[in-house]
């Protein structure tokens, strides 16, 4: 059982537009996301986060948007650059403390075209 | 810098093999993660540890074991590998973090195994 999905498994987007890459889950109990950003051959690296008491989180050319009532979260990327071709994996976690479990999504690959 | 350090890169070893995947972490972290990242599976939890000698089951654990003896070392065992087993192994640590949110989660460079 899914509980975090990433429905687009690749998206090719124009060099200087605007990305945006899509989360949704299942669990209710979710009430904080992270989006981390994996090259080939390296491990993720933390990218974006948003509690569940905020519906937008911007952190320079990254924002995550948070919509409860429809379980969905997205991260936009503007503008995009050629650096940014990685792929994308939106996270969830239910916090208790001393609760640091992940559920990860599937992953989106994210090309940008010169 | 946050260090995560896998012993291997790339390992080939037959079915039935014992394999033994070794993670440090540099920064006195409590928790530490075992994870496989499969094509269009994601990356799914197999065991973690949030205190020494203390583990938990993730969603697959089966077919894996994991010991962690000291804190920096958090180790995932393969007690008789088989094909369905190859796969990039990646290990992760953390803070445990003290409210509503979630410390940083460091990866490794990840270990791609391959079971013959």
């Known amino acids: 059982d899914q509980q975090v999905k990433q429905n687009s498994p690749s998206l090719s987007v124009q060099e200087g537009r605007i990305s945006i890459l899509n989360c949704d889950y299942t669990?209710?109990?979710?009430?904080?996301f992270l989006w981390y950003k994996k090259y080939p051959a390296e491990g993720p690296t933390f990218l974006i986060s948003?509690?569940?008491?905020?519906d937008k989180n911007e952190d320079g050319r990254f924002t995550v948007f948070l919509n409860k009532s429809a379980k969905h979260l997205s991260l936009h990327i503007v503008p995009s650059q050629p650096g940014d071709s990685a792929v994308y994996f939106c996270a969830a976690k239910i916090s208790n403390f001393g609760n640091e479990k992940l559920t990860f999504g599937t992953g989106t690959r994210l090309t940008i075209i010169p | 810098d946050v260090k995560v350090t896998q012993s291997s890169r790339y390992l080939v070893k037959r079915t039935g093999e014992k394999v033994f995947l070794e993670c440090v972490q540099d920064m006195d972290h409590e928790n530490m993660f075992w994870y496989r990242q499969d094509p269009g599976l994601g990356l799914r939890l197999i065991y973690f540890?949030?205190?020494?000698?203390?583990?938990e089951k993730g969603d697959i654990p089966e077919g894996y074991s994991v010991s962690r003896e000291k804190k920096e070392r958090f180790s995932l065992i393969l007690e008789s590998a088989s094909t369905n087993q190859t796969s990039m192994y990646l290990c992760?640590?953390?803070?445990?973090?003290?409210?509503?949110?979630?410390?940083?989660?460091?990866f490794g460079a990840g270990t791609r195994l391959s079971v013959l």
């Open positions: 669990n209710s109990m979710f009430d904080y």
């Open positions: 992760a640590s953390s803070f445990t973090y003290p409210g509503q949110g979630s410390n940083i989660q460091y």
């Open positions: 540890s949030y205190d020494v000698k203390m583990k």
């Open positions: 948003i509690s569940s008491i905020k």
